[in-house]
């Protein structure tokens, strides 16, 4: 898409991983079946990084969304529910979030925590929970769609510069989760008031567990650039660059 040489940009993203809405684990299932072999944790991890030099790290802001299980009987789990125990018996929070946490400016998210940022291994891409324990294997997105054909399939394949793999702190219970960036084009600290008309250029992409990524963009401004991004088994909701 296109971008303005100057103003501020804001970059936003809402990421999720597979856990279910109401007791924050996801179904472990064969690929090919409809049965259930049990509820486990998953984590999420997203890499990033544009052609005007962004990239994800620690330099981002980010809030939790949804987290859990956070009961009693669930928040003890290292890896899946007892089967002894109903997935129902597990409860999530959720939190609220400011409403202009996609906007250019966003003065409630300077609370937010700097996110985590994790190695290839801590994320892994489609690394199978205790794989050995449980004999259970993700489906393989390798070759399931062009973009991975073209581009690689493995972010360890990628050239990432320095961009990291960021998340907030747990990797496990922490299940919904948003981010934020902000910078000025062409240095300085304080550009919110600096262009003219504010211009909006939007990509949204998501993602599900076959590897099927969307895409719709707004080419009504000025500079080009591109997007690489890499996701671990999430899906993701990205909103960039918002500028002003």
Same mark, same amino acid.
């Given at each position: 898409?296109?971008?303005?040489?100057?103003?501020?940009? *804001?970059?936003?993203?809402?990421?999720?991983?597979?856990?279910?809405? *109401?007791?924050?684990?996801?179904?472990?299932?064969?690929?090919?079946?409809?049965?259930?072999? &049990? !509820?486990?944790?998953?984590?999420?991890?997203?890499?990033?990084?544009?052609?005007?030099?962004?990239?994800?790290?620690?330099?981002?802001?980010?809030?939790?969304?949804?987290? &859990?299980?956070?009961?009693? /009987?669930?928040?003890?789990?290292?890896?899946?529910?007892?089967?002894?125990?109903?997935?129902?018996?597990?409860?999530? %929070?959720?939190?609220?979030?400011?409403?202009?946490?996609?906007?250019?400016? #966003?003065?409630?998210?300077?609370? !937010?925590?700097?996110?985590?940022?994790?190695?290839?291994?801590?994320?892994?891409?489609?690394?199978?929970?205790?794989? /050995?324990?449980?004999?259970?294997?993700?489906?393989?997105?390798?070759?399931?769609?062009?973009?991975?054909?073209?581009?690689? #399939?493995?972010?360890?394949?990628?050239? !990432?510069?320095?961009?990291?793999?960021? !998340?907030?702190?747990?990797?496990?219970?922490?299940?919904?989760?948003? #981010?934020?960036?902000?910078?000025?084009?062409?240095? &300085?600290?304080?550009?919110?008031?600096?262009?003219?008309?504010?211009? %909006?250029?939007?990509?949204?992409?998501?993602?599900?567990?076959?590897?099927?990524?969307?895409?719709?963009?707004?080419?009504?401004?000025?500079?080009?650039?591109?997007?690489? =991004?890499?996701?671990?088994? =999430?899906?993701?909701?990205?909103?960039?660059?918002?500028?002003?």
């Amino acid at each position: 898409f296109e971008a303005p040489d100057s103003g501020l940009y *804001s970059f936003a993203f809402k990421a999720k991983d597979f856990a279910n809405d *109401s007791t924050g684990l996801e179904p472990r299932q064969s690929p090919g079946s409809t049965e259930v072999q &049990g !509820w486990c944790l998953g984590d999420g991890g997203i890499i990033m990084a544009l052609s005007d030099g962004t990239v994800t790290s620690s330099s981002w802001k980010c809030a939790v969304l949804m987290e &859990g299980p956070d009961n009693t /009987e669930c928040s003890s789990i290292t890896e899946c529910l007892d089967q002894s125990l109903s997935p129902s018996v597990c409860t999530v %929070t959720y939190n609220d979030i400011p409403s202009c946490w996609n906007a250019t400016e #966003c003065a409630e998210a300077d609370s !937010w925590s700097a996110p985590t940022e994790y190695t290839q291994s801590d994320i892994g891409w489609g690394r199978p929970p205790d794989a /050995e324990g449980y004999g259970y294997v993700y489906p393989d997105i390798c070759g399931s769609n062009p973009i991975y054909e073209s581009e690689g #399939c493995k972010p360890a394949d990628k050239d !990432w510069g320095a961009a990291s793999f960021i !998340w907030t702190s747990d990797l496990d219970f922490d299940n919904r989760i948003v #981010c934020r960036y902000s910078y000025c084009v062409g240095g &300085g600290t304080d550009c919110a008031s600096e262009g003219s008309a504010s211009t %909006t250029s939007t990509t949204t992409s998501g993602t599900t567990e076959d590897g099927t990524v969307t895409n719709s963009t707004d080419p009504s401004t000025s500079r080009a650039q591109s997007l690489s =991004l890499a996701m671990t088994f =999430l899906t993701l909701t990205l909103v960039l660059p918002i500028i002003q």
